[in-house]
């Protein structure tokens, strides 16, 4: 016979001396294991997956590069089909939003330490730009109260190291270094960055963030002077009690206009249900209560300041005074170290806040409008907005979830709306910035905490986290009581750090379950109805029963029940010596040590040393080893020696150089604990072909030469091979045979010919499925202890056991 011309890896192993220790690729010793009515199919081995395989998978096509290209600019796949129905819906939505951005944009602006036009640029430049990144038709990008909160904390804390350094500058220089780290997180694809903030951590990180910005407010809102609100939210509500001696007449606006905010949209959805046929009008009327509010209030100032402004003398009510019109300060960013070094600690804050509130809101009105958002593109359209708004003169923008909602219920169509509102915002900027002189700075500290209002988690929403997971709740209050008694960056900082390290510990400290099969039959009521002849009669509480045979199967549950199965149901050891361990959290370097220390420790528990004499004397032994110190083999001992253990891989997707090892080293542990017999590693439910191939260069999923030795094997021969079939598609496929079956009405003799499980070298015949000419094995037939459920597995595990035990006792 021709010798073959070595592989490549064969070449290389030679080269640097590489033992190979994968197992035999002899074809003809496994065919000897492969039934005799198998003949009419073709042997399937199963060949490993290759770095060159993997790298054309993940290597780029033309076609994904035409893709990616493409998702850049969503709004190519709806542009070309807009139509009047959807242009009369953006423009009612764009309006109605644009009526409620410009108020708060520069009530928020205050917030950020910055005069009121920054908020109009932020918004113009937001819903501008937006709309040509946009996969979500209903997000409004602009000023946000919690980020205007951050930025004017970062603005704060530069004035103090550098007070030559105006505070617009700060916060351009802010959001353009912020939208170049979240566009370069969209253009990388890197949008799934966000699931690792959970919703407690979003839902503590808002509350505390509305708790601290409300409480800044009040001094305004009551006319307080003197109250430091960048503190920690805990003194300033201290100070602010303090000074309610001080309250001026701004109280009075304040308290008034706040209260009338809360009346409007009470009334408003009281009448809403009371006259549902005119919910629609409700809804406006409620929507521009901040636009009237601030309107009526805006008069009422006047009315208060103007005999003073004529005398010359300063205004009893706080008022913003000269708002510029148009971009006065629009100019290319200053860019600087000295700048950029001075907020550097505080960009991850920054970062998290824009993508916490801009992906939570998109993904929420997308479930609620049944659509689905990309969440990098959006990290593409939001780095956009924020690369481009400070040449305007913006500051940072993100989604606002305020006016995200209003622009939903107005029946926005496409994110084309967002063009709308610019032109409402560019309006307000060229020709109304006269009116803005009168706005009280009270009435703008009312709509503040009007808005931070509706972020605030309800009671119910914690009480939901208490009934799923306990332990988040303590998260979420931790957030809470950070942001309150410190910032909101260390806030945001420990609900992350928190959830974080929840992760990890149920991943390192999970434990897995031992198994036993339970016969397990399905029960279906027959409400009164005959039973067929296929089915028996039984009674389960006051229901008749219909009980079918062919639901008769085996199921494998946790022995001690920690699944919450009937206490009832008699689950044993599947098999004196054998062990099903299912992984409950998947299978990884960090918990890899704990699963494995808590099999070895239930298998020393449960079973016996096969032969305590290798142990030698006692000066031989192992220092810890567990085996007492003279060993009594007068005592009996009545548990069984270990024999196979089957390893549930159905949670196990991916395993790493240390999982084998652990692995490796378990073997090598229970090997010398059960000799001089061998113990069989059996695998069920291993979907991943790289998770295959790891074990088997591991050593695992076959058997050795050296094991087939032991007990006076010499090959595959020697063991029985199990494994499961299916029929061949095609024209004889099981669907369409039991179609025919069916139209046919064949005999009930046809019935239940199916093979589940097949075995080399057992004492029964494989029987003929009658709905296939040929049969296949469902996996590769080179590594027999790779099983395609945990059925298969119990079935090799314990056919080789009992050949085991035969061999010894003839050798005995």
């Known amino acids: 016979m021709a010798s073959s011309k070595p592989t490549i890896e064969e070449r290389l192993d030679r080269v640097f001396g590489i033992k190979n ?58 542009i070309g089909k807009y139509n009047l129905t959807w242009a009369l819906g953006d423009t009612i939505a764009g309006v109605t939003v644009g009526a409620v951005v410009v108020p708060q944009s520069m009530a928020y602006a205050q917030l950020a330490l910055l005069n009121v036009e920054y908020g109009l640029y932020s918004s113009f430049m937001g819903v501008l730009v937006y709309w040509f990144f946009a996969t979500s038709k209903d997000i409004t990008i602009g000023p946000v109260a919690v980020m205007s909160q951050v930025t004017g904390n970062i603005v704060a804390k530069v004035a103090e190291s550098n007070p030559e350094i105006p505070g617009h500058v ?37 509350t505390g963030s509305a708790i601290n910005i409300a409480a800044g407010q009040v001094s305004k809102l009551m006319g307080i002077h003197g109250v430091k609100t960048r503190e920690a939210p805990y003194k300033v509500i201290i100070n602010t009690l303090k000074g309610l001696p001080r309250t001026s007449l701004d109280a009075a606006l304040g308290l008034t206009a706040l209260f009338m905010l809360y009346g409007i949209r009470s009334l408003c959805s009281y009448m809403a249900k009371k006259q549902p046929h005119r919910q629609k009008l409700y809804f406006f009327l409620s929507t521009l209560r901040t636009a009237f509010v601030i309107l009526l209030y805006t008069g009422i100032s006047a009315g208060i300041n103007l005999p003073h402004r004529s005398k010359g003398e300063g205004y009893p009510i706080g008022i913003l005074k000269k708002v510029p019109s148009g971009f ?95 032109l409402v915002v560019l309006l307000a900027l060229y020709a109304l ?54 910032t909101i960056e260390n806030g945001i900082y420990t609900t992350i750090c928190m959830s974080v390290a929840v992760v990890i510990f149920r991943i390192v400290l999970s434990n897995g379950r031992f198994l036993g099969p339970a016969r397990i039959r399905t029960l279906q009521a027959a409400h009164g109805a005959a039973s067929p002849s296929s089915a028996s009669e039984t009674k389960l509480g006051s229901e008749k029963i219909e009980e079918h045979e062919i639901s008769s199967r085996t199921g494998f549950l946790p022995i001690q029940h920690q699944d919450g199965s009937n206490p009832a149901v008699a689950v ?19 918990n890899a040590s704990h699963y494995m220390n808590h099999l070895t420790e239930t298998i020393f528990k449960q079973t016996r040393r096969t032969n ?58 229970l090997d010398r604990y059960a000799a001089p017999d061998r113990v069989d590693w059996h695998f069920a439910h291993v979907e991943s072909r790289w998770t295959k191939r790891a074990l088997a260069a591991a050593g695992f999923g076959y058997r050795t030469p050296q094991q087939s030795a032991v007990g006076g094997g010499d090959g595959p021969g020697h063991w029985k091979t199990i494994f499961s079939i299916a029929d061949l598609g095609g024209s004889d496929s099981p669907a369409k045979a039991a179609a025919a079956i069916e139209g046919r009405q064949e005999s009930e003799a046809h019935k239940g010919d199916d093979i589940e499980h097949l075995g080399a070298g057992l004492d029964r015949d494989i029987p003929k499925n009658p709905r296939s000419e040929r049969l296949v094995a469902v996996q590769g037939l080179n590594r027999p202890f790779f099983h395609f459920d945990l059925q298969e597995a119990l079935d090799a595990a314990i056919a080789n056991a009992e050949i085991n035990s035969s061999v010894s006792e003839k050798v005995a």
């Open 21 to 78: 220790t994968q197992p035999e690729r002899d074809q003809a010793a496994y065919a000897a294991s492969i039934p005799s009515s198998l003949t009419t199919a073709d042997v399937y081995i199963e060949e490993e997956p290759t770095v060159k395989e993997y790298l054309q998978e993940i290597a780029p096509s033309w076609n994904d590069v035409y893709n990616y290209v493409y998702r850049l600019f969503p709004f190519i796949s709806w």
């Open 612 to 669: 305590p004499d290798l142990l030698g004397k006692l000066g031989d032994r192992p220092w810890n080893d567990a085996e007492p110190r003279k060993l009594n083999h007068n005592e009996p001992d009545n548990r069984p020696t270990l024999k196979a253990i089957i390893l549930d891989f159905a949670t196990v997707n991916h395993i790493d150089a240390t999982v084998a090892q652990t692995l490796i080293d378990v073997r090598n542990q």
């Open 433 to 486: 910035t006269a009116v803005f002189y009168y706005i009280p700075d009270a009435a703008l500290a009312a709509v503040i905490i009007h808005a931070v209002g509706d972020v605030i988690t309800p009671p119910r929403t914690v009480y939901q986290f208490w009934r799923v997971s306990p332990l988040e709740v303590i998260i979420f209050f931790a957030g809470v009581f950070v942001t309150i008694f410190s």
């Open 328 to 422: 006065r300060h629009a100019a290319v960013p200053t860019l600087n170290s000295t700048i950029i070094s001075s907020f550097a600690s505080e960009l991850p804050a920054a970062v998290i806040v824009m993508l916490i509130e801009h992906i939570s809101i998109s993904k929420s009105f997308g479930r609620i409008n049944n659509y689905v958002i990309d969440p990098s593109q959006e990290l593409v359209a939001i780095g956009v907005t924020n690369l481009l708004g400070p040449f305007l003169g913006a500051y940072p923008a993100t989604g606002s979830f305020s006016r995200t909602a209003i622009k939903s219920k107005a029946g926005v169509r496409t994110p084309f709306a967002g063009v709308i509102t610019a």
């Open 572 to 590: 044993e050891s599947p098999y004196p010596g054998i062990f099903i361990y299912r992984f409950a959290e998947g299978l990884k370097y960090p």
């Open 170 to 206: 700060v916060a351009s220089c802010l959001a353009f270094i912020t939208g170049a780290i979240i566009l370069f997180l969209g253009l990388v694809r890197l949008g799934w960055i966000v699931e690792f903030i959970p919703l407690p951590s979003i839902c503590a990180f808002m």
